[in-house]
C-alpha cells in the first residue's frame, strides 16, 4: 500500500508533459564588411587598407534575404548643339582672319579645333 501511495504522485503529475516541452529559438546575424583605403600619413608613410567585418543580431522573420543589386547610376544623355555650332564658326574665323592662301592648310583645322574646344566648354 505504501508502495502504490508513492507512485500516486507520479502517475498524476504533469512531468511527462513537462519533460518534452522544446523551446525553439533562433539567432539570425547579418554581416557588414567596410573597406577602408590604405594611403600616406601625416610623415609620408604608407599604411595599409583594411576590411572590419561586424556583425548583427536582426530579428528573424523567417524569410529569405535576397541579393540587392547595387543601384548604377546612367550617364545623362544628352546632346550639346554648341561644339559642331563653334567647330564650324571656328574653321569660319580662321578663313577670314588668315590673310595668305598659303596658310589656309593648317589655320582652318586649328580653327575648327578652337571652335570645337571653346563649344565644348560652353556645354
Not at 65 to 82: D, H, I, N
Not at 98 to 122: E, K, S
Request: glycine share 10%; aromatic share 12%; proline share 9%.
Amino acid at each position: 500500500m505504501k508502495k502504490l501511495l508513492l507512485l500516486l504522485p507520479l502517475l498524476l503529475a504533469p512531468t511527462p508533459v513537462m519533460a518534452q516541452q522544446v523551446n525553439y529559438t533562433q539567432i539570425c546575424t547579418q554581416y557588414r564588411e567596410v573597406y577602408t583605403p590604405g594611403g600616406h600619413d601625416y610623415y609620408g608613410y604608407y599604411y595599409p587598407g583594411k576590411v572590419t567585418s561586424e556583425r548583427y543580431v536582426v530579428p528573424c522573420n523567417n524569410t529569405r534575404y535576397s541579393y540587392a543589386e547595387p543601384l548604377q547610376v546612367q550617364p545623362q544623355k544628352y546632346t550639346c548643339a554648341a561644339v559642331p555650332v563653334g567647330a564650324i564658326l571656328g574653321g569660319i574665323a580662321s578663313y577670314a582672319a588668315t590673310p595668305r592662301v598659303a596658310d589656309h592648310w593648317y589655320m582652318i583645322p586649328l580653327g575648327i579645333l578652337g571652335g570645337g574646344v571653346v563649344g565644348n566648354a560652353l556645354c
